[in-house]
């Protein structure tokens, strides 16, 4: 394979063959010299990288910093088969203008879909209305239930992120109108997106559904807060499938503790919550533990994304999923 870039694996070891399993895994090492016995964990007890043109990362990736790449002076790409790159990516790396690649939009996926879920069956009472099933353990045949239904309802969208837009995306055929908050997004993209732009304070106030989707960063800490909480109208469901600091949890906890709002949750803080937290056991709380993102036979379609990009690599095409290090500031 002297004419394909030395390539070097380098993640928890453990991800290997969920992320490349058989037939990926041909097809990378059809465009690329790579060993899939050799999976780095620390570079510091890394063999010889002065050959190394291309990294293959994920999850348990140790960082790449200027002393990294001082041993690795052919390093022209990492193609990351996980979601954020900003926990291993140093500065010297962008500095260098190396191209980094990140199967964020492929985690994206599951993460939607959920949420989809999520929506369609908040508005339609089913977390309510399983937790009355499982009491009086009858019901009347043809009885209508006047409260629910997502006909016409208004579902929030916070954060036009790759999954803010994928959820945006799924909810096009269905009779649900999209409001959006997301300070970078003008009322012209929101409307492209098949949403209304409106500020964060009007959304939570006219929503059905709110869905959260923005980075974790200082300023989205508690992005909602208790007066947020309160503002929602009663029998407002807040989907979180972010990251657990953009919602007071304590403040969250008060209001459902009234019963006026419900929540589907699958992220907390903190994570995982304590044992003695009203959540577990709340009728109007639906609670899973951090599984939207990619699972099982999900992280394939992440290793999918990152062969398809070690194709386009060597046949010097532009990479298609290629991070922006100027945008890295306000997303996850």
Do not use: C
């Not at 790409?77 to 790159?85: N, W």
Request: glycine share 10%.
């Amino acid at each position: 394979m002297a004419d394909h870039p030395k390539a070097l694996f380098a993640m928890d070891p453990v991800f290997l063959p969920q992320l490349f399993p058989e037939p990926l895994m041909r097809r990378l090492g059809a465009v690329v010299d790579i060993d899939p016995d050799a999976v780095v964990e620390d570079f510091a007890a890394a063999g010889a990288l002065d050959e190394v043109e291309v990294i293959v990362s994920g999850w348990g990736s140790p960082r790449l910093d200027a002393g990294v790449l001082e041993r690795a002076p052919k390093l022209r790409a990492v193609l990351h088969a996980a979601g954020s790159v900003k926990g291993h990516i140093g500065d010297a790396v962008w500095e260098r203008g190396i191209a980094v690649s990140s199967a964020a939009g492929a985690n994206a996926l599951p993460v939607a879909e959920y949420t989809l879920a999520a929506i369609l069956l908040a508005g339609k009472g089913i977390f309510g209305l399983r937790e009355r099933f499982g009491a009086e353990r009858s019901f009347t045949l043809g009885h209508i239930h006047p409260e629910v239904g997502n006909f016409g309802i208004r579902v929030g969208v916070i954060g036009a992120s790759a999954i803010g837009r994928r959820v945006m995306d799924l909810l096009r055929p269905f009779d649900i109108e999209v409001l959006l908050a997301d300070p970078y997004v003008d009322a012209g993209e929101a409307a492209a997106l098949g949403a209304r732009l409106v500020d964060l304070d009007h959304l939570v106030s006219q929503a059905n559904v709110v869905s959260v989707h923005a980075p974790d960063l200082a300023e989205t800490r508690h992005l909602i807060n208790a007066e947020r909480l309160a503002a929602m109208k009663d029998g407002t469901v807040v989907i979180n499938t972010a990251r657990g600091r953009l919602v007071d949890t304590d403040a969250l906890v008060a209001e459902l503790l009234t019963g006026r709002l419900s929540a589907v949750l699958d992220v907390t803080h903190p994570e995982p919550l304590p044992d003695a937290s009203p959540l577990f056991d709340l009728p109007n709380v639906f609670m899973t533990p951090h599984v939207a993102g990619s699972q099982g036979n999900e992280l394939a379609r992440m290793g999918l994304f990152m062969v398809e990009e070690a194709e386009r690599l060597t046949a010097g095409l532009p990479l298609l999923h290629r991070v922006d290090p100027e945008l890295l500031g306000r997303r996850a």
